[in-house]
């Protein structure tokens, strides 16, 4: 009999993390899951970490529960995507391998899939720690108000405004996997970051109702030196442009154009994330979006109709003068030339 959850790990150098991850998921006091850990080429001794876990779980007569799969390395959305092809549960949740689940929370989300059996997605909520543990001062992932969404609507609302960036990450809800396979979902590879974004909004664009619950908390995002997105530089950030294609091809099956916004905004939200990034990152990344034709063609004719004044003036000023308008961003930015 398939099991109610899928629990998908892509596992790349995180030795000294990733025991703390997979016993959270061991630990679990729901215990109708299991665990696809896809072991994507690490080169410290992840692979071998993953061996000793699955033989436990043989031992205790529990090995059809705990997968181990090896493979070259394929960047996080292959390891995914591997995971993908081989897992059997009705509802999907995506763990990264530095992060961990607190005891109940499967068994929370039980509660919630007996509860709104219709629904194709459940949004849950991520609480910020430090590697220690501690709970970061207002770190603590924000949902709207318990109820139900039209994904349709949470698609439509591109800067997260009215459903704060539901969209943002796959790892802050299940999926219900059916919906996956009957589209064909799997993620872009060959992009560095965001790239669970981007499968959020094309799941988004097949589903229909999202359930909101913001009262289960158990996702632990786990905050360190060395990952993605504290190690980002403009090569890395480079390939998210190329994803722009997608969420096009998205658009113009769905026509939902506030998504366009999204991902133009989000691009260029990146380049002003925290102090990790100089200003010569920042100023690539802002010029490279403004160059990009799918925002010329999508997102400023957007904003030029649903957007607020403020916007409405930024999309009139660029459309009839982009190279002035980019010129004024970079200066700002201390790079105008």
Known sequence: ??????????????????????????????KDWECICVDDGSPDRCGEILDEYKNMMVAKGLGEKFIVVHQENKGVSGARNSALEIASGTWVQFLDSDDALESDFLEKLAKAVDKNPDVDTIEHVAVYCYMDGKKLI????????????KCDDILADPFGVKYTNLARCSCYKIFRRSVIEQNQLRFMEGIPISEDELFAIQFYAEAG??????????YKRIFREGSALMSMTYEKLVPKFSWLEEV?????????????????????GMAYLGNEYDREIRR???????????????????????????SRIFAVVYYF???????KILQYLGKGK
């Open 284 to 310: 690539k990344c802002i010029e490279a979006t403004l160059d990009s034709s799918f925002y010329n063609t999508c997102a400023i004719p957007f904003l030029m109709k649903h957007g607020t004044w403020k």
């Open 1 to 30: 009999m398939a099991p109610l959850f899928s629990i998908i790990i892509p596992v790349y150098d995180v030795e000294p993390y990733l025991k703390k991850c997979l016993d959270s998921v061991i630990n679990q006091t729901f």
């Open 209 to 218: 109702i999202s359930a909101i619950c913001p009262e289960i908390t158990g």
């Open 248 to 268: 096009y091809k998205t658009w113009q099956k769905h026509k939902t154009s506030g998504m366009t916004v999204r991902y133009c905004a989000c691009i260029v």
């Open 138 to 149: 207002g770190g603590k992932d924000r949902l709207p108000a318990k109820g139900f969404l």
């Open 321 to 327: 003068s982009p190279k002035m308008l980019r010129r």
